[in-house]
């Protein structure tokens, strides 16, 4: 309903606003499709801001729906996808601002491509089909390499000139497949399995060059994944650009970003490991050089050392020690001996100052009777007793003619003086 209105009777903004606040509540839910330009989850909010663009025309408008909603979006709702959403308009009078709440977003287009993807990638995850531990490594050196790749393609001449630029003796076995389309992955499928079964492949690179999302769908392709996994060979994924991210690079055991990435990772460059193996032998020699540089200088060390450079020199020094202790032995001994001589001499005017003999030779005699027995005492004799006498040099024999006492003898004598 039009508003009643004049330059002499102007409608103020508030009815303004109010009206069109009511027009639009009067539009009830909506589906609308465009494409998703902005999202925006600010910490702490349970409301997602989100601005859905026209696909066509520059025109956009405001969407917001719960976080419960957009988290529960499998796969999660990204900027650049298509999609439908089920929305109440509003119109916020005091900001004069027009917005959607969303109540129901669905994928569409390549959105519900990239959503089946996704769920293909969360069932095969949950197998554990990309388990890294089944990931197997490349040989260093393949004697064969296998190429599955369209006839005549770009990425077919991109591996195969820059692996035989990188490593001129690297042999190829090409098997044909149409890589697009509702026939290729089948086809795919069977030229790995024949290039499996070669026991002179080493290892097998599947190559596409860039394209859609629906022209990569192949390679995410259930089958084909699960063929990629049973394989003997180990494959490496090069499908599209680096921005392109098929399945089958999560369960290849290498991906490369791009065909010609395979080819540098498949084979070694010849120059680089020629280099290589030139500075490692010049490190090689190097550390020996230098081994045998630090054991000269140790033995010249040891050379240099005056026992060994004039052996000599330790026997004559040995010498001068030997004739110091000899004469030092000799000097202890003969004070030793001059000692115990010393001592010799003290003992022996001892003995002979103890000596019966030393009293003898001082005039004295002794007495002994024809027993041998020494007479201490006049008692013991009696006239015509023989005794021998013994002086210091030799005996005197003779007879007792007469016997005195000691005590007779000190006694006065009694005769008259003349």
């Not at 009206?19 to 330009?37: K, N, P, T």
């Not at 699960?226 to 494959?235: D, I, N, Y």
């Not at 030393?358 to 027995?373: N, P, S």
């Amino acid at each position: 309903m039009a508003l009643d209105t004049s330059p002499e009777q102007p409608a103020p903004v508030r009815q303004v606003a109010n009206a069109i606040s009511g027009w639009i509540d009067r539009l009830g839910a909506v589906w609308v499709e465009g494409q998703i330009a902005q999202l925006s989850r600010r910490p702490g909010l349970q409301t997602v801001f989100l601005t859905l663009r026209d696909s066509v025309a520059d025109i956009s408008v405001p969407v917001t729906c719960s976080r419960t909603l957009l988290d529960s979006m499998n796969p999660p709702l990204v900027e650049g996808a298509s999609v439908l959403v089920h929305a109440k308009p509003s119109y916020y009078a005091n900001r004069g601002t027009l917005s959607l709440h969303a109540r129901e977003i669905r994928m569409v287009g390549l959105g519900e491509l990239l959503a089946q993807i996704e769920r293909r990638r969360q069932l095969l995850a949950a197998e554990g089909l990309f388990d890294p531990a089944l990931k197997r490594t490349l040989p260093f050196l393949p004697g064969k390499v296998g190429l599955v790749t369209a006839p005549r393609s770009a990425a077919e001449r991109d591996v195969l000139d820059l692996a035989r630029r990188r490593w001129p003796a690297v042999g190829f076995a090409v098997a044909h497949a149409t890589m697009q389309g509702p026939r290729a992955a089948g086809e795919v499928m069977e030229a790995l399995a024949r290039l499996d079964r070669d026991e002179t492949v080493d290892v097998v690179v599947i190559a596409r060059g860039g394209g859609s999302v629906e022209d990569l769908l192949p390679f995410s392709d259930e089958g084909l994944l699960r063929a990629v996994a049973k394989a003997r060979t180990p494959v490496v994924s090069a499908i599209g650009h680096e921005q392109d991210n098929p399945l089958l690079d999560l369960v290849a055991d290498v991906r490369a970003a791009t065909p010609t990435d395979a080819a540098k990772l498949v084979v070694p460059d010849v120059a680089a490991e020629a280099h290589a193996v030139a500075s490692a032998r010049e490190r090689l020699r190097s550390l020996v050089l230098g081994a045998v540089a630090r054991e000269q200088a140790g033995l010249d060390a040891l050379r240099s050392r005056p026992a060994l450079a004039d052996p000599r020199t330790l026997v004559d020094r040995r010498t001068e020690e030997l004739a110091t202790f000899r004469e030092r032995a000799r000097r202890t001994l003969r004070h030793a001996l001059d000692r115990a001589s010393d001592d010799i001499g003290h003992q022996r005017a001892r003995a002979r100052a103890l000596s019966p003999l030393a009293t003898l030779e001082r005039g004295y005699a002794v007495l002994q009777d024809a027993d041998g027995h020494v007479v201490t005492s006049v008692a013991g004799l009696a006239g015509g007793d023989a005794v021998s006498v013994r002086v210091v040099d030799g005996r005197v024999h003779a007879d007792v003619t007469s016997t005195t006492t000691a005590a007779a003898a000190a006694a006065p004598s009694e005769e008259p003086a003349p």
